[in-house]
């Protein structure tokens, strides 16, 4: 089964509006983290947002936000106000715990993400 | 610059031409991580190091091997590599090797484009 399932292999926006990517998550841990990276066209990861297990807030970092529903075990993100710079593939990861003090990370396969002027 | 350097960005060998790729941050970081990055499925772990001379399986570690005898390095080793490790390879570090619920993201290298012929 997908530890981390990411529903939407692609979306389309507009310009200025907002958009949720999904995902959700499979755990039977109680302690992990949460996180959303970005990956442009030229390739690198960069982080956008993280949420720890037992956080009780959504995180916020600018125009993203983790709209974060345990009992549902989701974790999508939002992007407000989406520019023309967005345009990329969203990853959601888990980070759990790998046995015996480890831990390790699990990536979604990805939402490629347009927005349209 | 705190980064994290992989070497070399592009490779192009044969099947069973052993290789490595070299990966090296410059932050003290505990924990670091190679993962292989196919269409369709996302980032996948290969292997993890919590520290030196501590490493651990990812999801996909067969084919490959590593080493941490430096904290600084965690080269991937490919000893008889084949067409299906044709894939874009990242290494990534981050702060603490214990810590699940730890805020701090991983730092990514630029990438690896390798290809298996």
């Known amino acids: 089964a997908q530890k981390i399932t990411q529903t939407q292999p692609g979306m389309f926006v507009q310009e200025k509006e907002a958009v949720t990517l999904d995902c959700t998550y499979d755990t039977s841990d109680q302690s992990y983290g949460l996180f959303w990276y970005k990956q442009p066209s030229s390739g690198e990861m960069i982080f956008l947002i993280y949420q720890g297990s037992y956080d009780e807030q959504n995180a916020t970092e600018g125009r993203y936000s983790l709209n974060f529903q345990k009992a549902r075990k989701s974790a999508n993100l939002v992007i407000s106000a989406s520019q023309l710079g967005d345009s990329a593939m969203y990853f959601c990861?888990?980070?759990?715990?790998?046995?015996?003090?480890?831990?390790?990370?699990?990536f979604g396969t990805g939402t490629r993400l347009k927005v349209l002027a | 610059e705190a980064q994290v350097t992989q070497n070399p960005r592009y490779l192009i060998t044969v099947t069973g031409k052993k290789l490595t790729v070299t990966c090296s941050q410059n932050?003290?970081?505990?924990?670091m991580s190679w993962y292989r990055q196919d269409p369709g499925l996302g980032l996948r772990q290969i292997y993890y190091?919590?520290?030196?001379?501590?490493?651990d399986k990812g999801d996909v570690p067969e084919g490959y091997k590593v080493s941490r005898k430096e904290k600084r390095n965690f080269p991937l080793i490919l000893e008889s590599p084949s067409p299906n490790q044709t894939s874009l390879y990242f290494c990534?570090?981050?702060?603490?090797?214990?810590?699940?619920?730890?805020?701090?993201?991983?730092?990514f290298g630029p990438g690896t484009r390798l290809t298996v012929l």
């Open positions: 932050m003290n970081h505990e924990y």
């Open positions: 990861a888990m980070r759990e715990s790998g046995g015996s003090g480890t831990y390790k990370y699990i």
């Open positions: 990534a570090s981050s702060p603490y090797g214990h810590r699940v619920l730890a805020t701090d993201t991983q730092y």
């Open positions: 190091s919590m520290n030196v001379e501590v490493t």
